[in-house]
């Protein structure tokens, strides 16, 4: 199945450390989302971006739409242990019929060392 | 304000075996999505639901099929299953076709 490039595939940090990672695509779209999924979980929405250039935070989360529509980043500052998990980007377009499934990127495991 | 439940969340079947996996939706949301999660693997659309009719298609074999009821919640049956049925299903609602979607606990499917 589809599925957009993701990457780095897993990281290693020490707490207190920023995290950066993104998203590409050979598609536009019209929104990106970024997940989190914890291990026997569903993923639980983050952020979501609606418009090209698009920069929003959500605590120390921030998260910008490409001008390109094509591409998204995820930043994570000042990481804590209770970071850890999978984070999943997921892109969106808008089909005629006006429905849309979600195109996940395989994601980021972030393990956060005390 | 409940958010998306599904059921069972474990559930073990043999190859050839039928299995049905529930969804309610949140609150006030009228359309479910199904999604199959490979280990180590990100989200794969199965299909999606809305006013009771199954409006978009991955995929996914016709193995996979679907029913939403009035109150919007939702089923996803797969018949003759296969060892790579094997997977974590999600279902997803959200309001109208193209809103943002949130995501239930997911049901673990084992094959054997």
């Known amino acids: 199945g589809q599925q957009l490039n993701q990457s780095p595939q897993s990281m290693f940090i020490q707490e207190g450390e920023d995290v950066s990672m993104n998203c590409t695509s050979s598609?536009?779209?019209?929104?990106w989302l970024w997940y989190k999924q914890e291990p026997g979980e569903g993923p639980v929405l983050l952020i979501a971006?609606?418009?090209?250039?698009e920069l929003t935070s959500n605590g120390r989360l921030t998260a910008q739409f490409g001008i390109t529509r094509k591409d998204s980043f995820l930043n994570i500052s000042a990481s804590i242990p209770s970071d850890v998990g999978i984070y999943f980007c997921?892109?969106?377009?808008?089909?005629?019929?006006?429905?849309?499934?979600?195109?996940f990127g395989k994601g980021t495991k972030l393990t956060v060392n005390p | 304000d409940a958010g998306v439940t599904q059921s069972p969340t474990h559930l073990i079947k043999t190859r050839g075996q039928q299995v049905t996996l529930r969804c309610s939706p949140k609150?006030?949301?009228?359309?479910v999505s199904w999604y199959q999660q490979a280990l180590g693997q990100g989200p794969q659309f199965i299909f999606q639901?809305?006013?009771?009719?199954?409006?978009q298609r991955g995929n996914f074999p016709d193995r996979f099929s679907g029913h939403q009821f009035p109150n919007y919640s939702s089923e996803l049956n797969v018949n003759a299953l296969l060892l790579g049925d094997s997977a974590l299903y999600l279902c997803?609602?959200?309001?109208?076709?193209?809103?943002?979607?949130?995501f239930g606990p997911g049901t673990r499917l084992t094959v054997l």
């Open positions: 997921a892109g969106q377009a808008v089909s005629q019929g006006g429905s849309e499934k979600l195109v």
């Open positions: 971006l609606y418009k090209a250039g």
């Open positions: 997803a609602s959200s309001l109208g076709r193209s809103d943002t979607q949130y």
């Open positions: 639901y809305y006013e009771e009719e199954e409006r």
């Open positions: 609150s006030g949301h009228d359309t």
């Open positions: 598609s536009i779209f019209n929104t």
